[in-house]
């Protein structure tokens, strides 16, 4: 039986050596009595057994019990072994023996050999030991390095995110916090890196430099978290003092959230110090503006305040670095806060020369739209038609050119293979037989400027006279919620044509729905360069979620535009009419929201009513805003406004309405003895919001179905049949324009109708900005084929 004993002893000590020698077990210290015990320290204890040589820590607690650390056949690898274990495990049995269990010390075994370089400290960090910090073999290198990456225990204890350790090592051992390891990062940079933002608060304990510390790759912690977007650590470091004003590899952090895309780091900068808005990096001297890549940072940084228009060293503004870089939507967002698509950058270029060398259609149709000067040349006298004509290759050299011929620009000719590059002393020359007319618009109407006839006309118009015209003129606006900017296309072309503002231009202003809050808006004096930014703006604010929209984005917009307590008889010049339609009794009735007195009608005997209706708001009452919200509160877009709805019901182009408001306003002076007041149209104007194609309808048919492909046909049908009949009660071209131009011509007013056809049906809803500048584009080729019309009008406009 001995003998089976020592050899079952045997195989287990053979097994262990070829599976894992330094796997820890529980034995009893009673084994190893009849062993030779070849070392000791403490209670680190060698053995030379038969087959192996052992390393055993006798148990504080249980002394009859031990650990074996190990078991190992050769003698050189036992003693070298135990003179390290020896030397380390003393500071952990000794101030925390309670702690030890076979799991413990077999983690602090594998610590132990696998970082035998590694001071004490830096092992109870890595044991999470926080106990053994008092001891003073651990106390003496509390600040010490390892020889591998230069780490103190701090270092390792942010790495890990052990806020034990951490707030031990910090309020308890007075550890420095301005030690920087190989690569250059303290105890900052390393919390940086992860994402506990209650290290950095234990680390702000203590004031160090090394919160601002550069790193040997040039970032400080701020850096760090601006790059890999931690927000709530950057906020944590600005807490701490950390600095926003030290250069890194990335320029400042603002510089390097800007790089990385990182929102909410730009943001907490900005809050932290408001002056970062403006700082220019050191290699280009560009502002945030200039590094922000997307819309979402654009957008951030025009809500704090950034200059739209910066000039960086090199020359160029954000719209230039936008367009160079083809970033669509963010040139859109500088557009639509009014970004000078004009000026000059590196080498006298705008952003429509860049566009033009990219061949980038979307970006050329956004910034002429926005007003970019086709004929303006650069410091080598190209005009950006010109480099059309260079640049654009293949297929998209005729499409080019032909967009810009139908606008108005005169036909470009590239050069010849044998025509020299042109220098900044050669302007460039139109081809043989060619007079040199200038290259590019000759008229755009959204950049027109006034004939040399028309100007003189103007010097002539006495400003008193033109005050007391004899005749009234009457804008009348259609709606069509986004399509509203094609409105203000066509206002912009007739108002940069006659070379007044459109207040000016007008002594009655009437609109329906989006033509409603824009003709409330020119009673108001904001400008049409203002009013087209405002409403690419306003889509995203309240085109938001799923149909019907919230209303209070719209409400909140329209207050903020007009002002929360503002009447509608707060203006008085020119008048204004906005419709909307009384839904609360049936049939529904036209109302007009007025700025002036409404006229007493003497009509026919009106509807027998079943119900009294509460009485009308009178204009001196009536908030601004709310006419406007009564008129755009269009069915299944929004919910109504009290008991009114949108006015494109029963007036979605409001000409004749408008006509008969002033013929009834006539007679009533008339029948106040106030003929002395009254005054004829002189001319009518009626602008639309794009008309969109012709499209087939396959069927309207509905009735019952007696078959499942019945049942498809007719829901189809009802579907379109639904379509056509909103369609036709809201037409405002057709029989609405027809009807209107007989009754101005009966009376011999002259009427003028701009509607421009649109290539594609663009929602009332539309968000897309590349739908809306194409839908604009189309506007501008109808505003130069309607050109000579536009410019009769504007003549006829002044001499009313």
Known sequence: MQFLGRLVETLNTVTN??????RVREVLLSEYGSHNRVMDDGRVVLYRTTQSWDCLLINPNLPQNAFRLFQVSSEVEARTVFLQFAAKMRPFYEVSPDSLKVDTVQQLSDCLRNHPHWPLAHVA?????????????????????????????????????????????????????????????????????????QVIELLSKQRSIGVNHLSSSGETPLHIACRL?????????????????????????????????????????LEADPNQIQTEDTQ?????????????????????????NYLSKTGETPLHIMVKRERFECAMILLVHGAETNAKGERGNTPLHLAMKLDNLDLIKALIVFGADVKSPNDFGETPGLIAARHSKGNNRKVMLNLLYSIGAERCYPPSPDSPTPSPSHTARPPPGKTNRGLGYDDIIGIATVLGSLSKGLDAVDSDEYMHRRYDRLLCLDGGGIRGLVLIQLLIAIE????????????????????????????HGKSMQYLRC???????EVFKGSRPFSSVPLEEFLKKEFGEHTKMTDVTKPKVM?????????????????????????????????????????????????????????????????????????ANNPTLDALTE???????????????????????????????????????????????????KTVFGARELGKMVVDCCTDSDGRAVDRARAWCEMVDVPYFRLNSQLKTDVMLDEIDDAVLVNMLWDTQIYIHQEREKIQQLAQLLLSA
């Not at 999470?128 to 270092?155: A, D, Q, V, W, Y």
């Not at 044509?497 to 329906?512: M, Y």
């Not at 405002?534 to 995203?540: A, E, S």
């Open 229 to 269: 977007g931690k927000t709530d650590v950057a906020k944590s470091l600005l807490n701490c003092q950390a600095s926003c004003n030290i250069v890194g590899s990335h320029g400042y952090p603002i510089h390097t959230s800007m790089k990385f895309i990182q929102v909410g780091c730009a943001e907490a900068i």
């Open 662 to 712: 002033i013929h009834e306003y006539n007679q009533h002076l008339k029948r106040k003895g106030s003929e002395n007041q009254m005054k004829r149209l002189g001319v009518v104007v009626s602008l639309g919001t794009g008309k969109p194609p012709q499209v087939p309808v396959t069927s309207v048919d509905v009735f019952r179905p007696s078959n499942p492909w019945e049942l498809a």
């Open 534 to 540: 405002l409403y690419f703006r306003m889509k995203d």
């Open 17 to 22: 050596l070829f599976a894992n020698p330094y």
């Open 125 to 197: 960090v890595e044991m999470s030991m926080k106990e053994s910090f008092r001891h003073n073999h651990i106390m003496c290198c509390i600040n010490e390095t390892e020889s591998e990456e230069g780490m103190t225990p701090l270092h390792l204890a942010c790495k890990k995110e052990d806020v034990d350790c951490v707030r031990e090592l910090v309020e308890g051992c007075g550890v420095r916090l301005d030690i920087a390891d190989k690569h250059g990062e303290t105890v900052y940079h390393y919390a940086a890196h992860q994402s506990s933002c």
């Open 578 to 650: 906005v419709t909307g339609t009384l839904a609360d009794r049936h049939p529904g009735e036209l109302h007009l929201f007025r700025n002036y007195s409404p006229p007493e009608l003497r009509h026919g005997p009106p509807y027998m009513r079943t119900a009294e209706f509460q009485d009308l708001t009178q204009p001196k009452d009536q908030l601004v805003w709310r006419a406007a919200r009564c008129s755009g509160a269009a069915p299944t877009y929004f919910r109504p406004m009290g008991r009114f709805l949108d006015g494109g019901l029963l």
């Open 496 to 523: 940069q044509t006659a070379g007044r503002p459109i207040r000016e231009l007008f002594d009655w202003v009437s609109g329906t729905s989006t033509g409603g809050i824009l003709a409330l808006a020119i009673v």
């Open 284 to 308: 280009h001297g560009g502002v945030p503006l200039h590094w922000a890549k997307t819309a979402d940072m654009v957008r951030l940084l025009i809500n704090h305040g950034c200059a739209l």
